[in-house]
């Protein structure tokens, strides 16, 4: 089975922390995914990786920015943390091409207070 | 630019009655259509996908979607629902020309079923 793994479940930050959120997958998929979550809001897309030490914006990438030096692994930063970014983050990997299934991992709740 | 818009943001449907989940897509190039299912504290899990051929796609879960190229929806059906259909449902849609393989996803619905 597929895994796409994501650190915490829960966290709680200070404001103006910077906060590291990770995630990893087992299928050496080539796409690697952040989306926000926020009742109403549906999935929205923060950053996205093709490859290896690539990433593109996706449509809120301020407040964030992202790290990808492994395949495996793709990291979500926040550079100073604000009540804002109080959400659910959900990690996802897909196969190259436009025709195959993303899996998503559990998500993490981040409260910043 | 893609968009998905789910039309309800809230279903309530009582247990084994039929349910219609709506949604629509604005591309002007060749589409590919996905249904995910998000049960509660879990994260997305694929229930079907359109790619080409027949319009009726089946799933699982009993849940099938009809793509209608004219109208450019992709709405989400079950015949008869039960309590653990009760989740938030989300329409993504994909495109060829789509740079990284990104899913643009609509706002969700919550199908809630009642006994």
């Known amino acids: 089975d597929v895994k796409v793994t994501q650190s915490s479940r829960y966290l709680v930050k200070r404001t103006g922390e910077k906060v590291f959120l990770e995630c990893v997958q087992d299928m050496d998929h080539e796409n690697m995914f952040w989306y926000r979550q926020d009742p109403g809001l549906g999935l929205r897309l923060i950053y996205f990786?093709?490859?290896?030490?690539?990433?593109e914006k996706g449509d809120i990438p301020e407040g964030y920015s992202v790290s990808r030096e492994k395949k495996e692994r793709f990291s979500l930063i926040l550079e100073s943390a604000s009540t804002n970014q109080t959400s659910m983050y959900l990690c996802?990997?897909?196969?190259?091409?436009?025709?195959?299934?993303?899996?998503f991992g559990q998500g993490t709740r981040l409260t910043v207070v | 630019a893609q968009s998905v818009t789910q039309l309800d943001s809230q279903v309530p449907v009582f247990e084994e009655a039929p349910v219609e989940l709506r949604c629509n897509y604005s591309s002007s190039v060749s589409v590919y259509l996905f249904w995910y299912v998000q049960y509660p504290n879990q994260g997305l899990q694929l229930l079907l996908k359109?790619?080409?051929?027949?319009?009726l796609v089946k799933g699982i879960n009993g849940f099938e979607a009809e793509f209608n190229k004219s109208q450019t929806s992709f709405h989400l059906r079950k015949p008869s629902v039960h309590i653990s259909d009760t989740a938030e449902y989300f329409c993504?849609?994909?495109?060829?020309?789509?740079?990284?393989?990104?899913?643009?996803f609509g706002q969700g619905t919550e199908l809630s079923v009642k006994p």
């Open positions: 359109y790619l080409s051929g027949s319009t």
């Open positions: 996802a990997s897909r196969p190259f091409g436009q025709t195959t299934e993303a899996f």
């Open positions: 990786s093709y490859d290896v030490k690539m990433k």
């Open positions: 993504a849609v994909s495109d060829q020309y789509n740079q990284g393989g990104k899913l643009i």
